[in-house]
């Protein structure tokens, strides 16, 4: 092993952000899923860059892995999740194991719209009750359990849609 490069053993600390967001319907909320290459559905999130805020970063991975722009964040709600796995692309000719940390935000949109990014087979609104069956993860289902309780505890009514005004008829 050369000086200065880690072994197999080595880990690196990575932080994320990622937003769970929702639109109301006639049926009741449905949720922004993100299907990845491997079939399973999350919510979207992203590295936080430098001189990024945690929900900046956010809100910038649901533009760019969704393509939602217009995000109306639910204040009070975070929640963060912890994991660790192994990634052989981060240094080339060796694995590492990285111990991942993700804080998600809860926002709503009147987008209905999606285009989702390369980096994943599809993007979907998925109503509630089939949520934590798709998400392919146990700690995303737990986020997502602990997302329902705190819209239940405020309350959450949705953000108004903004009126558009109404169109000149013709003279």
């Not at 000086?3 to 009741?28: H, M, N, Y």
């Not at 809100?59 to 660790?84: K, L, M, P, Q, W």
């Not at 192994?86 to 694995?95: I, L, S």
């Amino acid at each position: 092993m050369r000086e200065g490069t880690p072994g197999l053993d080595a880990r690196i600390p990575e932080f994320s952000a990622g937003l769970l967001v929702l639109r109301t319907t006639d049926q009741g909320f449905e949720w922004l899923l993100l299907q990845k290459p491997n079939g399973r559905w999350e919510f979207p999130k992203g590295k936080v860059e430098p001189g990024e805020t945690p929900l900046e970063a956010a809100i910038r991975e649901v533009r760019e892995e969704a393509g939602v722009s217009d995000v109306h964040v639910i204040e009070g709600f975070t929640h963060t999740i912890h994991y660790t796995y192994r990634d052989r692309w981060h240094r080339p000719g060796e694995a590492v194991t990285v111990d991942k940390t993700v804080v998600f935000y809860l926002a709503e949109t009147h987008e209905a719209a999606l285009r989702p990014s390369r980096e994943h087979r599809s993007a979907r609104w998925m109503p509630t009750a089939e949520v934590l069956q798709a998400l392919g993860y146990n700690n995303l289902r737990d986020l997502f359990r602990h997302a329902l309780d705190y819209l239940q505890q405020i309350r959450y009514g949705g953000v108004p849609c903004p009126k558009r005004p109404p169109k000149e008829s013709p003279r």
